[in-house]
């Protein structure tokens, strides 16, 4: 039997993070958390990461901006999966580049989790995230970091509930933006489904530097 992974989160406690660390939880890897101690401290986040640690989660202190602390969780582990978020998609090279001093992680999987974006045509808001993902791309591949990009599309569960109108918290109530003719099919992905988590967790080597889509309905 091959030797589970020992796999570092940095962005565990968000939307889509805490989805693919139970799955990691549950597929027997060694998981580490990289947290920061404010993050433990929070009402929202701390629960969260307790319960991982309930689950036999390692927790790591540390931080995204800590190049040091970044550098010495990520010599404990031989893949490093990133899920933070839209704001901190441009801070990513930070990993990489500790990724590079370290010398030892054998996958890096950056915050994509959405669609390919080295084959979407968008319009604002998404072109920025998306090109600052695309640069993203190209900054790991020159670096040589062994990688695997996953692609699934949107989220139901995060756009569905605001109709998918940018900057929304809530249904709109007097009118809604639709971009196009309101035609067109589009693919999106349950955050806890199987395909995702596992494509993600596995880590198999036969998909190093490659691109995962994976796709769940059409709506």
């Not at 349950?190 to 796709?215: A, G, Q, Y």
């Amino acid at each position: 039997m091959a030797e589970k992974s020992k796999i570092l989160f940095i962005g565990g406690t968000g939307y889509i993070g805490k989805f693919i660390v139970e799955a990691s939880l549950k597929a027997g890897h060694p998981t580490f958390l990289l947290v920061r101690e404010s993050s433990v401290s929070d009402p929202v986040k701390g629960k969260v990461i307790e319960n991982f640690k309930k689950s036999g989660a390692t927790l790591l202190y540390g931080d995204l901006y800590d190049h040091e602390s970044l550098v010495k969780a990520i010599k404990q582990v031989d893949v490093v999966i990133s899920t933070v978020g839209h704001g901190q998609l441009g801070d990513q090279g930070k990993i990489v580049a500790a990724i590079k001093e370290a010398g030892n992680v054998k996958r890096f999987f950056p915050s994509e989790f959405g669609n390919d974006v080295d084959r979407t045509h968008a319009v604002e808001p998404a072109a920025t995230a998306f090109a600052t993902k695309a640069q993203l791309r190209r900054t790991i591949e020159a670096e040589g970091i062994p990688y695997t990009y996953v692609s699934s599309n949107f989220f139901a569960g995060y756009f569905l509930p605001t109709l998918a109108q940018a900057g929304a918290t809530a249904p709109p109530r007097e009118k809604v933006v639709i971009l196009g003719d309101g035609t067109a099919k589009g693919s999106s992905s349950s955050s806890s489904s199987v395909s995702f988590v596992e494509s993600t967790t596995k880590s198999t080597m036969h998909l190093l530097n490659w691109r995962i889509v994976c796709f769940q309905y059409v709506c």
